[in-house]
């Protein structure tokens, strides 16, 4: 008789994570999973603990209670630079690039200190990924000359450099016109179509309906609603939750 293979392992596994700062619990057992490749939407109220979730996955701060494995690897004790070494990157909602620096040297620096490569293979790699975030006429410009959007796409550009396999991306729509944000759209897809698992917290729902497979609610910490993201935004509690309008 055929064997049958057993499904592939999530690339991300959340299990009962809790985090609290004194009474206020900004985590409450949190549960979720992301696959290889996929593109997971993260939306929520403001303090509903979706950016306390990227830093639970960063390692930026401990949890108090529950795991987090990453390729079938218990990382919840792992440090923030190795967690970016074994393919873990984020943005930040407000971009921080070395303001003196080029843009190439941005780039550098993610490639040779976060991902680990050589200078010959960061050149090449930061290069592509120029490219990819449609930065190649600004590599030689200074970071702090750049607008938002050149802003917005540098710091995902410096997270890519890392080589990642999931990237965390938060609200990196925030502040762009709708012209900008659907030049952004299409730069993530094609981050996407490259093999990178993407998850996205986004205030801008259109834009993550057009991107993500899956979409979750978080409020106060827990996660209200997960599926298939226009059944999600049409949840009667989510409508209410996160839109503001009354259930019938």
């Not at 900004?26 to 549960?31: C, E, G, N, Q």
């Not at 698992?197 to 993550?208: D, G, K, Q, R, S």
């Amino acid at each position: 008789m055929a064997s049958v293979e057993s499904p592939a392992a999530p690339l991300l596994q959340i299990e009962s994570v809790s985090k609290r700062y004194g009474a206020l619990t900004v985590a409450d057992k949190l549960s979720l999973t992301v696959g290889e490749r996929e593109a997971l939407g993260v939306v929520g109220p403001n303090g509903a603990g979706k950016t306390t979730m990227f830093n639970l996955i960063t390692g930026d701060v401990a949890p108090n209670e529950g795991r987090i494995l990453f390729a079938g690897q218990d990382i919840t004790a792992m440090a923030p630079h190795e967690r970016c070494r074994i393919g873990i990157a984020r943005s930040y909602q407000i971009p921080h690039p070395f303001a003196k620096m080029t843009v190439f040297e941005n780039l550098l620096v993610g490639a040779m200190f976060g991902g680990g490569e050589t200078e010959r293979a960061s050149y090449r790699h930061c290069a592509e990924v120029l490219e990819l975030t449609r930065l190649g006429d600004k590599a030689n410009f200074t970071a702090g000359a750049l607008t938002l959007l050149q802003r917005k796409r540098l710091e995902l550009a410096r997270a890519l450099a890392t080589g990642p396999r999931l990237l965390l991306l938060d609200e990196i729509g925030g502040g762009l016109t709708e012209h900008e944000c659907q030049e952004l759209i299409l730069t993530i897809k094609a981050i996407r179509a490259g093999g990178v698992a993407i998850v996205w917290i986004e205030h801008i729902v259109h834009a993550l309906l057009s991107v993500v497979d899956r979409l979750i609610v978080i409020n106060f910490g827990d996660k209200l609603a997960e599926g298939e993201p226009r059944a999600v935004m049409a949840d009667p509690r989510v409508r209410e939750i996160y839109m503001g309008i009354p259930a019938a």
